[in-house]
Each structure stands twice: as C-alpha cells, then as structure tokens.
C-alpha cells in the first residue's frame, strides 16, 4: 500500500472547496505520456494552478499503470521543488470496476472516478457506494456519474447521451457518499461533440438542468467531462498537413467560462490536448523531412500544449493563480 500523501499528493476536498467559494473551476487534463505530462504540469506551475492529473483505464494500458505513477509522483516532487505550491491530484479517470478503483487508491492516487453511468440506478449506487467505503479509509476522494455521455467513455460506448435527471442527484449523494458528482448536460467525448450544418452554432450547454441540480445539492461540487473546446485552429492544422477531421466541434469556451462560475468544480479536457499535440506533429514532420530525432517534433508539441494549457487556466476555467 502507497498512500498518496506519502507522493506529495491532495485529494480533491479542499481544492474543490476553495473552486466553489472563488467561482472557477479546477482543470483535470489526462495524460498519457512523458510529454503529455511535461505540458501539464509544467504549464500549470507557471500559470500557478491547482490541477487534477488524470489517467484513464487505457491510459495505464497504454503507458503501464506503474511507470504512470511514479511518473506522477516525478511530477509532484517538480512541483516540491518549484515556488508554485500548488496542489495537485492523482485521479483515475472513469474507473468501471471496484477493483480497478481499489488497486489505484492502494497504489497512491488521491482520487477516483467510478463510473457506474451505464449500469441501472440501482447497480450504480451498490458499486459507488463500494468504492466510497474503500476510498475513505484512505482519505480518497471519489467521483461518481449520474446520466450518460455520448461517446467514448473508455470501452464503454454511447450512441446518444441521457441527461441527469434532477430527481435523482439528490438521493444518489446521500445514499453513496460521493464528494464529487459527474452530470450529463449536453456535451460528450471526443472531438465531434455536435452535429450542426456549416457555419452554425452547436447547441448552448443545459444549464437548466445544471440550475436544477443546484437546487436539490446546494453547494455540492459538480463535475463537467468532455469539455474539449476542438479548438478550430487546430483541427484546421491537422487538415492543413494532411489530416482528415471534417465537422470536428466542441463546447464553446463562453459556455466553460459560465459553468467555472457554477457549481461546476471540475472540468475534464483530453481531446483539446490530442488535437494540439497532433496538429504540431504533422506540420513539424511536414516542415522537417530530413529529421528523424522524435524530440524535434515531440518537443514544439509538447511547448505548444503547455501554452494551451496556461491559456485555459488563466482565460478559461479561472483557476491560474488560485493556490
Ligand atoms: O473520457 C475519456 C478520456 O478522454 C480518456 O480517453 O480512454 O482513450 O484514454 P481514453
Ligand atoms: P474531452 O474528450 O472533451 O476532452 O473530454 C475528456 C473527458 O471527459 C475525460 O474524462
Ligand atoms: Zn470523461
């Protein structure tokens, strides 16, 4: 057992706490990779953010869960030995197991996500519920899911989204315990998050029932996933060298501004960081034929995501210089 205090880690209680009070929202960014992780927390010391790191079931697939976390715990010990003090999260990003949820509160994240969203109500309680007695004992915090995202939620695939319904948030947090909960309000994964004729704008965010939610768990941090903005100039890049990703679109970074200021605390972005690192690979390998160092293409990527990233803390989510 690896407690994550041991790593220099927070859970997400007090960072929450103080999002609510002050109106923004903390920025959660997966990562993947060494360079991945080298944007994020190296543009979140500069931009003075707390920040969430997290790593979803095919991300430690990918990466092997235990290089991940001592790449982690690299990070948290940069961030000992910057000036920033800003805390920061180890975070297991849609957890669908129990025990996927347990082997990283024993191996030192400080925070999980179960996402029971496409079980019935009925299981999605039992297995949260599950996880929040494990996590506890630990001082972990937990993330559960009520309504379902369309997209891709790791292996698990939605063709259309279900909104929250209201009616059930309230039940749901006082029979599992969660500190966090994750609602369905019109956006989802991926980089095609609305289907609208050309030179129209997506649909606006439900923030009726983001209000309603609020009514019934005043004060409670709500969490908003697939809130990758696809920002247009990248995806006109990667189309640009060769790409193909035609009628790409996300939420609008005015519609992110409004749920900062809500009971929105947590706001989950991993596409906008794919499209970055992808549009700079294919105009670096582009411009540079004759190079074949990865690190002269990796590496503009990887500046040019950390560049993102403060942007997104200092104009969007509000949480730059709040530590
Ligand atoms: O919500 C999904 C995240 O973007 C993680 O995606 O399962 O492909 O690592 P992934
Ligand atoms: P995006 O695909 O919009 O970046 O969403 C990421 C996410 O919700 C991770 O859990
Ligand atoms: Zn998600």
Redesign the pocket.
């Known amino acids: 057992m690896t407690h994550y205090k041991d790593l220099g880690l927070s859970n997400t209680k007090e960072m929450f706490e103080r999002a609510m009070k002050n109106g923004y929202a903390v920025p959660a960014y997966n990562f993947n990779n060494l360079e991945q992780l080298q944007a994020i927390v190296n543009g979140c010391i500069e931009s003075k953010s707390p920040f969430i790191l997290q790593v979803s079931k095919g991300a430690r697939n990918y990466a092997n869960e235990t290089l991940l976390r001592y790449m982690a715990q690299g990070a948290a010990e940069l961030i000992n030995k910057s000036e920033a003090e800003i805390p920061m999260a180890l975070h297991l ?2 957890g669908d197991s129990f025990e996927i949820c347990k082997s990283c509160v024993d191996s030192g994240f400080s925070s999980v996500m179960i996402d029971g969203s496409s079980l019935s109500y009925e299981d999605n309680v039992d297995v949260t519920k599950r996880v929040v007695e494990y996590a506890k004992k630990y001082d972990v915090s937990v993330e559960g899911e009520l309504g379902v ?1 369309a997209g891709i ?1 790791d292996e698990v695939t939605s063709e259309v989204s279900h909104y929250t319904d209201p009616d059930d948030v309230e039940d749901f947090v006082k029979k599992t315990g969660v500190d966090s909960l994750a609602i369905s309000i019109g956006t989802s ?1 991926g980089a095609y998050k609305f289907k609208v004729e050309p030179g129209q704008d997506p649909p606006p965010l439900r923030f009726d029932i983001l209000e309603e939610v609020e009514k019934r768990i005043t004060g409670f941090p709500i969490v908003l ?2 809130a990758s903005s696809v920002l247009k100039e990248y995806v006109d890049m990667i189309n640009q060298y060769g790409g193909s990703l035609e009628g790409a679109m996300g939420v609008s970074e005015d519609q992110l501004r409004k749920a900062a200021k809500s009971a929105v605390c947590k706001v ?1 972005i991993d596409s906008d960081g794919r499209l970055v690192v992808t549009a700079v690979i294919r105009k670096m390998l582009h411009d540079k034929p004759e190079n074949f160092d990865p690190r002269k293409y990796l590496g503009p990527a990887r500046d040019e995501l950390k560049e993102m990233i403060i942007r997104k803390n200092n104009e969007v989510l509000g949480s730059a210089g709040r530590y």
């Open positions: 990003d849609h995202l939620e994964h996933h697939g989950n």
